[in-house]
């Protein structure tokens, strides 16, 4: 498949509603363009750039709430923890 892609005088372009779709990108998603030599030609490799989710993170907040959080304390919790589960 060949699209053709027109530059504006400010270097923004417009990409076809199929490319958008094949590549899983949005209005605002950011596209990483690669430079790579192929049998001795520059060719330009576009591809969407994978955010990383955080789905998890704060997941734990509930168990920090309220107590210390320095090393000290951290570590007499652990302990204790470690001293529960042989029994």
Known sequence: MTQTIRLTSKRQATFPVQ???????????DL???RKKIEGEIAWILK???SIEYKWFGVLHKYAKDKD???ESIRASIGKSLGSSKK
């Open 32 to 34: 990483i363009l690669e």
């Open 48 to 50: 969407p750039k994978k």
């Open 69 to 71: 959080h320095n090393m």
């Open 19 to 29: 490319l958008c779709r094949e590549l899983g990108v949005e209005a605002g998603d």
